[in-house]
């Protein structure tokens, strides 16, 4: 096996805040949050994507989640 090939067991998921803008019903902007876990906080962005496909949102920022231990 080719060492540069990735494992499923090496790779480690993370928790992340994605941090967002929408409209809710009477129109007004608000700002809201959705937790969820990835590799990245690239791939946090895209799975929050990837589930809200067709909803009009803007993605402001997207933080790791520090849990204590």
Do not use: H, S, W
């Not at 409209?23 to 906080?41: D, F, M, Y």
């Amino acid at each position: 096996m080719n060492n540069t090939t990735r494992n499923i067991d090496t790779l480690r998921l993370t928790r992340f805040e994605v941090v967002f803008i929408a409209e809710n019903i009477t129109g007004e902007l608000v700002e809201c949050r959705n937790i969820t876990n990835a590799l990245n906080q690239y791939d946090a962005a895209y799975l929050f994507g990837q589930n809200n496909a067709q909803k009009k949102y803007v993605i402001k920022e997207v933080n790791e989640v520090i849990q204590p231990f």
